[in-house]
């Protein structure tokens, strides 16, 4: 299947007076047609730069990128045409009620009437937002208007949806019905670009994922096969009290805060839950998740800051 972005060699220098920021260099993957694809990475990583010049709002310092075949640097009036956007920062405009505001965002893109109210009646369900439907924008809460922004996109006929972030502080219940809106626009057979910090969202929704680390790809692929990098399937985690030096018997040892991460395989596993449970620690033993390949990849937690010792170290 053909790609719907193609990065190749991409860097981004932002330039400022007294200085510049290298936010991207030299990267390159390709996001296939049709999926979900994950763009994951700590703050300040290069997400929404990437997300931005694909999004034809921003141009590349070096490399190209093409989307739906069309070179960002100099076809973006085709492109404009065939996605939607949801800025990560973002205020939807104010005067208008939540209903209204989709379908003028709908009619904007060139739907007709009908249709327009026909989707807007749908994602406004879909996203449970049916109760705020004839609310003025401006007196929704954050949560309700992140949702209203993912909403207009969702609602949208675009090919290619960019959601930065679009579930960063709506509530466990809002989250999941994004997630739904989220398959729903995959099971048609459109691509969608989704930058998070939830591990657990990347892994449960995207067919593909690719992680950055301070401008560089550190490794892009599909989820099965980035999971598959894992030799060591199981992961212990307990607290403090245990000696590193003892657990790295039973695996390999990372470690931050006053916790201890085991991973092991199976038997290795069973055995060090049977020991630490005899003492009395505080144990959990899980299989591996995407979170820990990247941990793993990283050597520390996403969620931590660029300054934090790393887990090796720590370990
Ligand atoms: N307009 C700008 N001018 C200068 N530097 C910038 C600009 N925008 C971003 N940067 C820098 O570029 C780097 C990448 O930023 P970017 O916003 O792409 O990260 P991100 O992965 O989206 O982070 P977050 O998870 O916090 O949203 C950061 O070091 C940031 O400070
Ligand atoms: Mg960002």
């Given at each position: 299947m053909a790609d719907a972005v193609s990065s190749r060699h991409l860097s981004k220098t932002y330039a400022y007076r007294g200085?510049?920021?290298?936010?991207?260099e030299d990267v390159s993957f390709d996001i296939p047609a049709g999926e979900t694809?994950?763009?994951?990475?700590?703050?300040?990583?290069?997400?929404?730069?990437?997300?931005?010049?694909?999004a034809t709002q921003l141009l590349p310092t070096a490399g190209t990128v093409t989307v739906l075949g069309y070179d960002v640097a100099h076809e973006e009036r085709q492109i404009r045409s065939r996605i939607a956007v949801v800025p990560q920062e973002s205020r939807p405009l104010y005067?208008?009620?939540?209903?209204?505001?989709?379908?003028?965002?709908?009619?904007?893109?060139?739907?007709?009437?009908?249709?327009?109210?026909?989707?807007?009646?749908?994602?406004?369900?879909?996203?449970?937002?049916?109760?705020?439907?004839?609310?003025?924008?401006?007196?929704?809460?954050?949560?309700?208007?992140?949702?209203?922004?993912?909403?207009?996109?969702?609602?949208?006929?675009?090919?290619?949806?960019?959601?930065?972030?679009?579930?960063?502080?709506?509530?466990?219940?809002?989250?999941?019905?994004?997630?739904?809106?989220?398959?729903?626009?995959?099971?048609?057979?459109?691509?969608?670009?989704?930058?998070?910090?939830?591990?657990?969202?990347?892994?449960?929704?995207?067919?593909?994922?690719?992680?950055?680390?301070?401008?560089?790809?550190?490794?892009?692929?599909?989820?099965?096969?980035?999971?598959a990098r894992i030799q060591l399937p199981y992961r212990v985690t307990v607290d403090g009290t245990?000696?590193?030096?003892?657990?790295?018997?039973?695996?390999?040892?990372?470690?931050?805060?006053?916790?201890?991460?085991?991973?092991?395989?199976?038997?290795?596993a069973r055995e060090l839950a049977q020991l630490a449970l005899a003492r009395g620690a505080r144990l959990s033993l899980a299989p591996v998740s995407l979170e820990d390949v990247f941990l793993q990849l990283v050597g520390r937690p996403l969620d931590e800051g660029p300054e934090a010792e790393s887990a090796e170290g720590a370990a």
């Open positions: 200085g510049s920021t290298v936010a991207l694809f994950g763009l994951i990475g700590r703050n300040g990583a290069g997400k929404t730069t990437f997300l931005r010049i694909a005067f208008a009620n939540t209903e209204e505001l989709i379908v003028w965002y709908l009619r904007l893109r060139g739907m007709d009437r009908r249709e327009s109210r026909r989707r807007a009646n749908g994602v406004l369900e879909e996203l449970g937002l049916e109760d705020v439907r004839r609310r003025l924008v401006s007196r929704l809460s954050g949560g309700q208007r992140r949702r209203v922004m993912a909403a207009m996109v969702l609602a949208s006929d675009a090919d290619l949806l960019f959601l930065d972030e679009p579930t960063t502080g709506l509530d466990p219940f809002a989250r999941r019905e994004v997630w739904g809106a989220i398959q729903r626009a995959n099971r048609e057979r459109r691509t969608v670009l989704l930058t998070t910090h939830y591990l657990d969202e990347a892994e449960a929704l995207s067919s593909h994922l690719a992680l950055l680390e301070g401008g560089h790809l550190v490794v892009s692929g599909t989820r099965e096969a980035l999971r245990t000696g590193a030096e003892e657990l790295s018997r039973y695996g390999t040892v990372s470690g931050f805060g006053d916790l201890r991460l085991v991973f092991a395989r199976e038997r290795e």
